[in-house]
């Protein structure tokens, strides 16, 4: 069969088997895996295992300190192999009054599937598996390249034990490339493909003054536990949106003028963000007046985010006490090539030398940054098989503001990672209603189908 061929019989299978793997998903999703608390998440890994299994998969369950990895293989003709990274883990669900149907019940309608973990990430993982049997079957059951499913159950809590995983396995997972999970269309309807996410760190930052709670008459003399964690929190960052820890900002790498172009290419295709920015937060003003391109530009830009603040007295009412400690929950987000160890080290020097001896820092996990060059060859595969699917040119983002552990795998095993997925812009992801549209889980699956065809033949990647 020539190329032109085996792609039209991959779309027609996906078009005739399409309910089928709805099921697959629905089954997924009726199983509930909240890893913030570990629900059901054992339960889910044994599922993903036996989906990849009943998918011609030799899958097994590979053991971390925290929850299981799935890992499943197919061979293909090739030797050359493409990683798929996905997780079984969701968010939890609340607020579940907010739901039009039970989140773990899933339901179709409307022309999608509702439920935790229908879009991130159960129907990404099985979108893929459809892109898998659709191009076996027209390639008379072979695939043109092995595959390599990594399915993790602990990224919705910062996946805390992939690193290690991967560093204890990277002979058994060396490959030649991965498509990560998310990925999708964008407002315009195009493909949206992220080159890489930046780092984090998170830490806990916390101060007692008194042994317990005083009374407030006593506020003269005695201190007060939330205004000296204020006055630590002050010492972080100015008016000017600029983090104040000194060194903070060595080694952050400049975008340069490939990522500045794509990046403007992006905004130019949406015009309207700002707008939708506006309308869905209710923001009056940006942070330090951005506006325009801007707001694509400063992903760049590495932030130091209050997450919550925690101390004395929240009733209703009145309780008139000064508070003996308080708690701040805070997080970096960091742009290559910046260190989050190196960060954590300069955050404690800072406290130290600005007098906040007393306020004690507490690790609560990290990730580094990382990203492909635009200019690779699986990229440019994902950007030329995108154009053919969605019919127009796909944004390609250098850079976006949430953190993933593509730095576990990209440097340890030396491949360059991109994305093609089922997201849209109002999934609804991580919030009541989470949802996946049946046409972007055919699309996907379309996409996923014909990178798999041209990895065989594209250009070896430097390592």
Known sequence: MTMDE???????????????????????CAQPSVSARREGTAECAKLVETVLGEHGASAQLVATEGDPVVVGRLPGRSPRTLLFYNHYDVQPPEPLELWTSPPFAPKVRDGSIYARGAKDDKGELVARLLAIDALREARGGELPCSVLFVVEGEEEVGSPHIARFVQDHKDELACDGA????????????AELILGPRGMLAVELSVRTLSRDAHSGGAHILPSATWRLIWALASLKGEDERVRIPGFYDGAQAPGPLDLEMLDRAFEKNPNQEQMLRENYGAQRFVAGRSGKDLERSVFEPTCNVQGLSSGYQGSGVKTIVPAEATAKVDFRLVPDQDPEDILEKL????????????????????????????????????????????????VYPLVGGSSPVYAFAGPLGIPVTTAGVGYWNNRAHAPDEHMRLSDFKNAARHIARILHGFKDIEQSPR
Do not use: C, K, N
Request: proline share 4%; glycine share 10%; hydrophobic share 35%.
């Open 6 to 28: 085996v792609l039209a019989a991959v779309d027609a299978y996906i078009e005739r088997h399409v309910d089928r793997y709805i099921e697959d998903v629905a089954r997924l």
């Open 179 to 190: 498509i990560w999970e998310e990925g999708g269309i964008g407002a315009d309807g195009q």
């Open 348 to 395: 404690r020097r800072h406290l130290a030398q600005q007098g906040f001896e007393d306020v004690d820092v507490r690790l609560l996990g990290w990730m580094r940054p990382s990203r492909t060059s635009v200019e690779d060859p699986l990229v440019q595969l994902t950007q030329r098989t995108a154009r053919e699917v969605y019919g127009g040119e796909p944004s």
